[in-house]
Each structure stands twice: as structure tokens, then as C-alpha cells.
């Protein structure tokens, strides 16, 4: 399989890199100074893309690469790529669901948490020796708040499960309501928010739900409120966000992904009730390794003639 | 006027003095109960009660009321929180962002997976078995080591420290400060929680040998550190603020604004118990104790 070539779209983990690098013949595509020569010199010997959150695979790059079979994205989440083309096209995509599930529910938690008991805010007091002048403020407490969850999927659902050993009540917002679940359904994200203290963002990204944090919604939440955001930057109107933030309009957030990333809204870094991260919800070395595995897994199935392992198309 | 000690306060208003509201930050010792004639409660705001001397109040038949359970979520509640946040770097990529080092430096060290720890709880009263609910839902494996095992309870119990840590990734303290507790959390126990393993201390900061432990630290001989208690207070050793891999809380885990509106509320229902003959609400009972 060493002739075949693989794109890989940006830098994402130095041991998928590795093992690709073992099977396949690589190319990575950050590394070109000119994408456009880089993609006609190489255009005949690409038949798959290693894709993930950042960069996937548009129309435009499909379009590009006329031997393209497959797309292997390096994370669940499909709104890089051009799903309708592929499907036109013929070309197979894979994912990384379910391992990384665990992940991205723990820092959820991680980051409400942190919010409510302002964990960073006390470790820069303590490091700046402030302590010694004073007191740290009362902060609010987790156990018992209303969390509501928008999107009851993998990650949602393991949220919600989280939640409730802090006896959190669960609602939610779904596109279908779940009955099997003994959580509170809200019909409209708007309802959601105005009755829950922490809202947490846990669907996927697409035409419908992107800006599903608008004015509204944060108005709904309020002064008291805390908005978790583990999905995607454009879930969420940023902008609207930054003034609710700093005029003091929304409690707090916790978000560990923004519109154009890695660029972050200064006016957030002022804020004592924000905790910003930079897109590491499936940042760890176990979950890392399991996607890459998954990746390297899917691509051999396909160049063997063998089902794939986590299809989407 | 001038200032007076505390001796001769307490000698000038003993006579009419029937109660004692205490935190946990001065210790009262058979002296101090010995100049009041008459207190017949003492009710204290601490969640330990290593600062009273328990002998000499049974001894003279003063009842204690306590926090109860008061602060047991709060406190699960942060020692969780320290623990994600020492596993998935939560404050040090909070810093790399306010420090503008994501679009030069690029990617952010990778953290660790909470599915699977072995978590070794030191201590499983109230606030050790709320901890161990809730990192059930996180798919932790809970160990723990107590006074003594608790035959309801199925997690495995260890009844030697040293074994708990060799079997743990992560010892979160739970526990009273004791005679037996003090210091528990030696060089060599830390030795065997091993140089991937995890400690959390919401409790006293006495059950951890501190300067061991900063040895430990500084060698890279244990994993990372969540404290929100240190040995002398608000004292931080500074060795401290160039780890990446602690976390630091200013003794506040169990001061929300909620439980402290609910604290001044059980204090009051103590006090009007107590002076209308009625059972106290969270009383200290003595013969569990030692």
C-alpha cells in the first residue's frame, strides 16, 4: 500500500502521522507552500484524506482530486466535509465516534466545574499570592444545578450521566423527543435555556444548527446562567456572546472551541467567569490514540477490500 | 482600654457564657473550657473536629454540634473539579489562551482519560462516599482505606495505606486529621502511588507529609497534585507555581455561597435547639469517635 497516497489536511497528532507514514505514502498538505501546484503535482497518486475538526474535505479539494476514494476524518464530527459530494461522487467517508465520547463528556463536566468553582480563577490567585491579602471569594456550587443539554447523541447522553451523580436534574433539547430517558424535554432550545442554570452544547454541527446560541437564547439563560461549549465554535453567535459576557448579561461560559480558531475574542481574557480551552475536548493520549487507531483501521479495511469499520458513507 | 488576651475576655464574661461558636482555625483546649463554668455547647463551624479537645467535652458532658454533612458535596464536588483538572490541564490551557499562545505555539499537550483510573479514596465518610459516586460516572474504579472496613459497601477496601497506593493511579484524602492520620501520606506511600499517579487533598493538609510530597513533585516522582490545603496557609510553597502538572485552590472547597447560607442557618437552628431543650441538629456524637 506504500504507493498509495494520502492527503493529510493540517498537523493533528505526531502518531497518526507516524503509523500513516508506515503504510501509506504521505503528503502533508500544511506543509505546501503553493496548495494549488501541490495538489495538481500530486493529484494522480491521492486516493484518500485524513481530514479532522479543522480541515477536511470541500468541494473544492474533492474536485481537485480525481483518484479520491475515501475520506477518514480524525474526530466525529463531519461539518468539514462536503457529505453530498462525496455521496455524488462515490467516495466512502469515515469517522472516530464513540471513543472519544468519554473524552469530551468529562471535560463538559471539567468545565462546569471549573466555571461555577472558578478552579483557574484560584489557581492564578494562589500563583500570584494574592492569598496572602486575602481571602478567595465564595463561589457557587454544582451539586443540584439544572443542566440542560442540547443534543441527547453519545456525548449528550454521557453528560447527562455524569451530571446526575452531582444530582444535576437533566433537560434537553433533541430533534426527536426520548422518552426512553427519564430527562425533561424542551421543545425549543429557548424553552431549554430558561429553565436550566448551566446549558451545554452536545450536537452536531450542521445548516440548522449553527448560531443555535443566538441573542435569544442567551437572554434566556441570563445573568445566572452558564453556557458549556464542547461542539463546535459555530454553534454559538459569538460576537453576542462576547457582549453578554462582558456586560455582564450571561453568568459565565466554558468553551472549548470558538469560531476561527485558534484566534479567541480578547475581551474574554479579562473575564473571571469565563475558562477557555483550546479545542482539547478529545485531548487525551488514550482517546487520541484510539482515533488514530480507528483512522489507520478504516483506511486498511478500504484498501483491502474489507467493510469498513465506522462508515458514515 | 487596652487589648486583652483571650484568657482575660474569657475570665471577664465566663460566668454568663453558656455557648461556644468556633471555625476550625483556633484550637480549644481543656484550658479554655476550664475558665468557662458553665458552656454547655460548642458549636463548631469546621468540618474537622481536631481543634477541640474531644476527651475533656465528653468528660465534663459538653455536647459539640458539628457541620454534619453540610460541606460533603462541595467538597466532592471540588476534589472531582481538581482532578479533571489535573488530568485534562484545564488551568494550564486556560493560561496558554490568556497568555495568546495558541495561534504561535500551536497544539497543547495532550492529558489523560478518566475511564479505567484506579481511584483510592483515604478516608470513605460522607464527603469520601460522595466522591466515589460521583466518579462512578466517569468510569473510575474506586478503591478506598478507612478506620475500618464498611461491610455495606462493595468497592475493595485496603486496610493498609502503603497497599492502597500501590494499587491507585490517583489517592484523593478524604479523612479527619488524627494521631494516626497525621503525615500518613509519606515519602513512601507516594513512592508507590508512582510517578504517573495523581493526589488530591480536600481534607487537612497534615495527612500529607508536604515537604515529601514537594520532593516528589519537584522529581517528577509522582504524576501531579490537586491541593486545596497547604501547611501553613496562605503560605504556598513557591516551588509550587512553576508546576504545570498542580493544581491550587485557596482553602475554599467547601465554601460555596450556598452551603454557607445553609451553614449560617444549621448555626442558628443549633444554637435555638440547644437553648430551647430540643436535640441538637448535627450533634458530634462522642462514642463514634474513638
Known sequence: MKSIGVLMTCHMDSYLEQELEKRFNLLRFWTATEKSTFLATHKNSIRAVVGNAFGGADAELIESLPKLEIVASFSVGLDKIDLAKCKEKGIRVTNTPDVLTDDVADLSIGLMLAVLRKLCESDRYVRSDKWKKGDYTLTTKFTGKTVGIIGLGRIGMAVAKRAEAFSCPIHYYSRTEKPETKYKYYPSVVELAANCDILVVACSLTEETRHIIDREVIDALGRKGVLINVGRGRHVDEPELVSALVECRLGGAGLDVFEHEPEVPEELFGLDNVVLLPHVGTGTVETRQAMADLVIGNLEAHFQKKPLLTPVV | ?290
Open chain 2, 1 to 290: 482600654m487596652g487589648i486583652t488576651t483571650q484568657d482575660q475576655f474569657l475570665t471577664a464574661h465566663a460566668h454568663s457564657v453558656q455557648a461556644l461558636l468556633l471555625s476550625g482555625t483556633h484550637p480549644v483546649t481543656s484550658d479554655t473550657l476550664r475558665l468557662l463554668p458553665s458552656p454547655g455547647l460548642i458549636v463548631t463551624t469546621s468540618a474537622g473536629l481536631n481543634h477541640i479537645d474531644l476527651p475533656e467535652c465528653q468528660r465534663r458532658g459538653i455536647s459539640i454540634a458539628g457541620a454534619g454533612n453540610l460541606y460533603s458535596e462541595d467538597l466532592a464536588d471540588l476534589a472531582v473539579g481538581l482532578l479533571i483538572d489535573v488530568l485534562r490541564k484545564i488551568s494550564v490551557a486556560d493560561r496558554y489562551i490568556r497568555r495568546q499562545l495558541w495561534p504561535s505555539k500551536g497544539e497543547f499537550p495532550l492529558g489523560f482519560k478518566l475511564r479505567g483510573k484506579q481511584v483510592g479514596i483515604v478516608g470513605l465518610g460522607s464527603i469520601g462516599l460522595e466522591v466515589a459516586k460521583r466518579l462512578e460516572a466517569f468510569g473510575c474504579n474506586i478503591l478506598y482505606n478507612s478506620r475500618r472496613k464498611k461491610p455495606s459497601i462493595q468497592y475493595p477496601y485496603y486496610s493498609n495505606i502503603l497497599e492502597l497506593a500501590k494499587n491507585s493511579d490517583v489517592l484523593i484524602i478524604c479523612c479527619e486529621l488524627t494521631e494516626q492520620t497525621r503525615h500518613m501520606i509519606n515519602k513512601e506511600v507516594l513512592l508507590a502511588l508512582g510517578k504517573e499517579g495523581v493526589i488530591i487533598n480536600v481534607g487537612h493538609s497534615a495527612v500529607i507529609d508536604e515537604q515529601e510530597m514537594m520532593g516528589c513533585l519537584m522529581r517528577g516522582e509522582i504524576g501531579g497534585a490537586g491541593l486545596d490545603v497547604f501547611e501553613k496557609e496562605p503560605d504556598v510553597p513557591k516551588q509550587l507555581f512553576a508546576l504545570d502538572n498542580v493544581v491550587l485552590s485557596p482553602h475554599r472547597a467547601a465554601h460555596s455561597q450556598e452551603t454557607i447560607l445553609a451553614l449560617r442557618d444549621l448555626v442558628v437552628g443549633n444554637f435555638e435547639a440547644f437553648f430551647s431543650n430540643k436535640p441538637l441538629l448535627t450533634p458530634v456524637i462522642m462514642n463514634q469517635l474513638f
